[in-house]
C-alpha cells in the first residue's frame, strides 16, 4: 500500500507556472506508475499525465501537452507536475494517483491509490 500527499498547489497568473509534487509513502515507489489528474467545479475528474515506472515513458492530455511536464525521483518517492503557460481553465484540484498493475493508463478506475488533492487556482 501507498500513501500519497501532494503540494504546491496555489494562486497563479495565466500564463504563469507552477511545479506540484507528490509524496509517497512506502518502499516499493518504483514499482509503481504514477498519474496526475484533475477536477473543476462541476466537471467530472480527468487525467492530465501518466509515467511509467522508470520515468522513459509519460502521457499527457492533449490539453496540456506541450506545457505540463510530469516527472519522478524513485530515490525520493517523488513525482512532481511542472505546469508552465498556464490557462484559467487549467483551474482544478490536481490529485496524484498510484497504480499497480501494468501499463500506463489514462482512466480513473485503473489507479488504486489517490492522494487528497491540491487546489491550483489560474487568475485571468
Known amino acids: 500500500q501507498v500513501q500519497l500527499v501532494e503540494s504546491g498547489g496555489g494562486l497563479v497568473q495565466a500564463g504563469g507556472s507552477r511545479r506540484l509534487s507528490c509524496a509517497a509513502s512506502g518502499r516499493t515507489f518504483s514499482s509503481y506508475r504514477m498519474g496526475w489528474f484533475r477536477q473543476a467545479p462541476g466537471k467530472e475528474r480527468e487525467f492530465v499525465a501518466a509515467i511509467s515506472w522508470s520515468g522513459s515513458a509519460t502521457y499527457y492530455a492533449d490539453s496540456v501537452k506541450g506545457r505540463f511536464t510530469i516527472s519522478r525521483d524513485n530515490a525520493a518517492n517523488t513525482v512532481y507536475l511542472q505546469m508552465n503557460s498556464l490557462k484559467p481553465e487549467d483551474t482544478a484540484v490536481y490529485y496524484c494517483?498510484?497504480?499497480?498493475?501494468?501499463?500506463?493508463?489514462?482512466?480513473?478506475?485503473?489507479?488504486?491509490?489517490w492522494g487528497q488533492g491540491t487546489q491550483v487556482t489560474v487568475s485571468s
Open positions: 494517483a498510484a497504480r499497480q498493475g501494468l501499463g500506463v493508463k489514462v482512466r480513473v478506475e485503473e489507479y488504486d491509490y
